[in-house]
């Protein structure tokens, strides 16, 4: 096995922790999902994939696709933890009730934000819609940039290592010493932005909230960059603050101070 920089992950461990994140949200994965996730070969995801089954952690159910197994569901039988979407609900209708533009929790599946859930301000002529369910590149999305700018250098390169060296990296367009001067940003501010980075016409703003059971979390704010205005960004920085250290203080984490 290798090992990857920052403190000495296992690339092959971490791989196959996120396929077991992955089970446990959509309830089953197919080999070519979880190659997509992980941004390998179709072959080496269904060799992860068997060594799960192999462990107990996965089974194979219909459709060839996997599913979690008795290991893997065993200790979390015991537990009664509401889903993070039910767990964060409360924090997300307040930011909306705050800032009433369209709000959002991402969580950070490998190198890409999946949008948890969102409430969509109808109010406006000029709206921006909910994205609850797609998945976006994190180093383009204000989310993406909030809880990428939580790992450590090592634990960045490692993530992006994969991505840049696969058959995709011409096209994924990263900029890896960019982005990290842009997460370097995202650190001193104390929350990420994006302007028209993922969609054109979109202006989004982000703070990460931290790792609730084992996943990055955070929400943030979209609208139309035709209404963005510079009292907008404060308010809104302001506000994503406040509601990510109230979630905080409510699941338990370890608050951090305003950066």
């Not at 369910?133 to 790992?151: C, E, I, N, Q």
């Amino acid at each position: 096995m290798s090992k990857t920089a920052g403190q000495g992950r296992v690339e092959a461990v971490h791989r196959a922790l996120v396929l077991l994140k992955l089970m446990g949200e959509e309830g089953s994965l197919g080999v070519t999902e979880a190659a997509a996730a992980l941004d390998v070969n179709p072959s080496t995801a269904q060799r992860l994939l068997a060594t799960l089954v192999g462990d107990g952690f996965a089974v194979q159910g219909s459709g060839k696709r996997y599913e979690p197994g008795p290991e893997f569901l065993g200790p979390r039988a015991l537990r009664t933890v509401p889903p993070l979407r039910e767990r964060l609900r409360p924090h997300l209708e307040r930011l909306f009730e705050r800032v009433c533009e369209t709000v959002h929790v991402a969580t950070l599946v490998g190198t890409e934000i999946h949008h948890l859930d969102g409430i969509e301000a109808t109010t406006h002529a000029l709206r921006f819609g909910l994205r609850t369910g797609v998945t976006l590149p994190a180093h383009a999305t204000s989310a993406g940039k909030a809880m990428l700018a939580d790992l450590s250098t090592g634990d960045l390169d490692a993530l992006y290592r994969i991505v840049l060296s696969g058959n995709r990296a011409r096209e994924s367009r990263i900029d890896l010493n960019g982005l990290r001067d842009e997460l370097e940003r995202t650190r001193r501010r104390g929350f990420a932005t994006n302007f028209e980075e993922s969609e054109s016409g979109v202006a989004a703003f982000a703070v990460a909230i931290g790792v609730i059971d084992g996943e990055r979390a955070a929400f943030s704010i979209a609208m139309p960059i035709a209404r963005c205005s510079r009292s907008d960004i404060a308010t809104f920085a302001t506000h994503l603050i406040t509601t990510a250290n109230e979630a905080r203080e409510a699941l338990g984490l370890a608050n951090r101070t305003e950066r």
